[in-house]
């Protein structure tokens, strides 16, 4: 599950207990990437503050299945396979329109070619996830101004690079501590939190 | 100036404003770093309670020098230029030591851990660091084994780890915003780590 010694949803006590009860899914289950924080419980509550801020608030103004295309493809490109995978899922269940159309993203996303079916500012930003998640160093302010002249506004763009500095964050607590998707559960709804 | 509108404590109002006045240093002073969050004040509301978590908390055990060193670390393989000045500002004032800050520094920016004033565990750490910052779908469980048997518990392992990873984020706030030094005072810190709602730089 992990390569450092973690502790269950059962033998947890104290603060950890409390935090697990805050974060666990509606079937009790306490994600594996959640679980990974056990011996600092106090770096899971950091977590899931910015998490939850980046992804599921209110606040936010491009819609939460965006968002979550946006975690995806960062995940994809770090290649975090535990990311992938939920967010390949949770973006499905944010998604309102046609199944159809969120696999034919999905399947752009996992195969980097985001081109062919994203069009205008949701295709620049994610350009822009991309370089941010690879190459951060070479981003220019010519950058953002080619993200603006694509119709996103500044507040979107602060809402992309979140996301994507939030999964840079999240895709290195997966790979460098092992998490893996033994004994998961999959979310079975989305919301926006707060 | 950023690339990105951002609003300042003069002009804040409503949330913002009461954020601002959480994180704020001497004479109002805010770090742009966080000035940055001020289209979407909640994101700024996140970012704050990671790094203090991460960073300046009661509960971790490995020594504040030694987190902001890795913070250090990673900033530079990442370029953030931003990131590095701010806190190795805070590594000097935690180290107590500029002769020894000085060489840690040295060995960072030379890219050359093996020369700076670490012990051989502290290094191992410090390599841990860059393989998660710069391939980090690379590590194997060998990484944390060996950390194990250089003497980091798992706990630490976890702390390093977290330092890391939230410095690869905060390190893309910056550069993909465009986030500068000008006007900042270098090393504040919500350093009171006694409180973890205390959001305050001194």
Redesign the interface.
């Known amino acids: 599950m992990t390569?450092?010694?973690s502790i269950s949803r059962e033998t947890a006590t104290g603060y950890l207990e409390r935090l697990y009860r805050a974060y666990q899914r509606p079937n009790r289950t306490i994600a594996n990437i959640y679980r990974?924080?056990s011996?600092?419980?106090?770096?899971l509550?950091?977590?899931t503050?910015?998490?939850?801020?980046?992804l599921g608030?209110a606040?936010?103004q491009l819609p939460l299945w965006y968002l979550e295309a946006v975690g995806l493809y960062v995940s994809v490109l770090?290649?975090?396979t535990y990311c992938t995978d939920h967010h390949t899922h949770t973006g499905g269940l944010a998604y309102p329109g046609e199944p159809e159309a969120w696999s034919a993203m999905e399947d752009a996303l996992l195969n980097d070619r985001t081109d062919d079916v994203f069009k205008g500012k949701e295709l620049a930003l994610l350009g822009?996830a991309r370089n941010?998640t690879l190459d951060?160093?070479s981003?220019t302010?010519a950058?953002?101004d080619a993200l603006r002249e694509a119709g996103a506004s500044?507040?979107e763009?602060?809402?992309v690079?979140?996301v994507?500095?939030?999964f840079?964050?999240?895709?290195?607590?997966v790979?460098?501590?092992?998490v893996t998707l033994d004994g998961e559960v999959r979310a079975e709804q989305t919301e926006i939190l707060? | 100036m950023p690339w990105i509108n951002t609003i300042s404590y003069e002009d804040a109002s409503g949330k913002l404003r009461r954020l601002y006045d959480r994180v704020k240093g001497p004479d109002n002073n805010i770090d742009n770093i966080m000035m940055m969050h001020s289209l979407r004040p909640h994101t700024m509301e996140g970012h704050m309670s990671i790094y203090k978590y991460v960073l300046h908390h009661a509960r971790n055990t490995l020594p504040k020098w030694y987190l902001e060193t890795i913070g250090v670390w990673v900033s530079s393989l990442n370029h953030c230029d931003y990131c590095v000045e701010h806190h190795f500002a805070g590594l000097k004032r935690f180290l107590d030591d500029d002769h020894r800050a000085g060489a840690l520094r040295a060995a960072i920016d030379a890219r050359n851990i093996d020369a700076a004033p670490l012990d051989e565990t502290q290094k191992l750490g410090l390599v841990y660091a860059e393989q998660l910052t710069v391939s980090p779908a690379a590590l194997t469980e060998d990484t944390v084994i060996q950390l194990r048997s250089a003497g980091f518990n798992d706990g630490e392992i976890l702390e390093i780890n977290q330092v890391a990873a939230y410095f690869n984020y905060a390190n893309r706030t910056v550069l993909g915003l465009g986030c500068s030094t000008a006007g900042d005072i270098l090393g504040l810190s919500p350093n009171n780590s006694d409180n973890p709602d205390d959001w305050s730089h001194t």
């Open positions: 390569w450092i010694e990974a924080h011996l600092r419980p106090h770096t509550e950091g977590h503050t910015l998490y939850r801020a980046v608030h606040d936010n770090n290649q975090c822009y941010l951060p160093a981003l302010a950058s953002i500044d507040g763009i602060l809402e690079n979140q994507a500095g939030y840079a964050y999240a895709n290195r607590v790979l460098g501590l092992g707060f």
